[in-house]
């Protein structure tokens, strides 16, 4: 919903019904499979030649070649805990790759003893043949460690001074964990690429909070990108209705668990009930009933009209679409649904080095898919 402080939900809710186009096939566009092979692809980074580097989610990495063939499993990755919503997740090329070929991945690392696991954020240069990882460095490891399947976050994003950002999920049962600053849970966080703290930071030098925080008091966020005007978006999972989208900024609080536009599953209040309390933001831009976002890009071509340029994608993974939302400055004006036809979930969204849209979707036999403009 739009940013609106003191609007009535029931009223927001309406807007946003009369806002939505929901054809099963979006005008415009044609989904074009480029391959359907996949086991729970997660992430993709372009690598140059319109090939591709994908993740799977139960620990592989391919590279896809620019006519949809997937290559073997590539090898050096670390140890992945793989269960639930863990695995090998996001994956993100550096803004230097096509001279040092160097690719961040994150993932859910298990502990070395004692059992739990937690998001890690690794770097590595990928062969000159693509077939294996070199110079693998754990650059980030999310405090603590914790025994739980669910709520990793996990999607990276590089920042225009060349910083590192990562989402965090807050584990599921360590919800509270997300409003304090003594750990990494329910948090965005921003490193150097060799794992240092930029000075800075909100929280550097502050007694009792971990350097690495950005932002705190989300959820789970499976979607990160920067916007237009280069700061930082994301979108984050609620529990019953309220999936939202935020634009996190240093040092501020976005109101998980204390408040949500959203219920508890099977109904009650979450936290104290409210939609708002002073001290913590506003989203951008909510969903009731959830749609479990996933995946997140800005189009910044106009391969498919003036009309989409600018616009941010979204995937909904309960409602197996992929949603167009329609910006005016900050505020969301309109959605429209698209690939409803495919009916699957869809996991991640990116725009090309062709200006096209790539989407994954998350199946047993997912698919990577290119949107063409419709002639």
């Keep these: 919903m739009p940013n609106r402080r003191n609007a009535r939900p029931w009223l927001l809710a309406g807007a946003f019904l009369l806002s939505c186009l929901t054809g099963a096939h979006a005008a415009g566009v044609k989904a074009e499979v480029l391959t359907d092979k996949l086991e729970h692809p997660w992430g993709l980074a372009f690598i140059g030649q319109g090939r591709m580097l994908v993740t799977e989610r139960p620990g592989r990495m391919r590279l896809i070649e620019s006519n949809g063939k997937a290559g ?59 077939k294996k990882l070199e110079q693998v460095k754990v650059v980030f490891s999310q405090k603590p460690k914790t025994r739980s399947d669910a709520h990793f976050g ?43 703290v930029p000075k800075t930071n909100p929280f550097v030098g502050k007694a009792g909070a971990l350097p690495e925080i950005w932002s705190y008091g989300h959820r789970n966020s499976q979607g990160a990108a920067l916007g237009p005007d280069g700061r930082l978006w994301i979108h984050e999972h609620a529990a019953q209705g309220g999936d939202e989208v935020n634009r996190p900024e240093a040092g501020k609080n976005y109101g998980w668990p204390v408040i949500s536009w959203g219920l508890d599953y099977g109904g009650g209040k979450i936290g104290e009930g409210l939609t708002e ?58 959605e429209e649904k698209l690939l409803q036809d495919v009916k699957q979930r869809i996991r991640d969204v990116r725009e090309g080095p062709d200006g096209l849209l790539y989407v994954l979707t998350d199946h047993d036999n997912g698919q990577l898919i290119r949107l063409q403009p419709a002639p």
């Design 72 to 130: 073997p499993p590539i090898a050096g990755l670390p140890e992945v805990d793989v269960g639930g919503q863990g695995g090998l997740l996001d994956v993100q090329t550096d803004s230097g790759f096509s001279q040092n070929r160097i690719i961040y991945f994150c993932y859910a690392e298990p502990a070395k003893s004692g059992g739990g696991n937690s998001t890690a954020l690794a770097s590595a240069r990928l062969s000159d043949d693509g």
């Design 154 to 196: 996990c999607r990276i994003v590089e920042a225009k001074d060349g910083t590192l950002f990562l989402t965090l999920g807050d584990r599921y049962k360590r919800k509270d964990d997300a409003q304090t600053l003594d750990n990494h849970h329910g948090k965005v966080v921003r490193i150097n690429k060799d794992g240092s």
């Design 277 to 334: 309390k002073e001290g913590m933001e506003q989203p951008v831009y909510y969903w009731n009933p959830s749609i479990a976002p996933s995946g997140m890009a800005f189009l910044r071509s106009d391969r498919y009209g003036k009309e989409w340029q600018g616009n941010l994608f979204v995937g909904a993974l309960k409602f197996q679409y992929l949603a167009r939302l329609v910006l005016q400055g900050d505020k969301v004006v309109k």
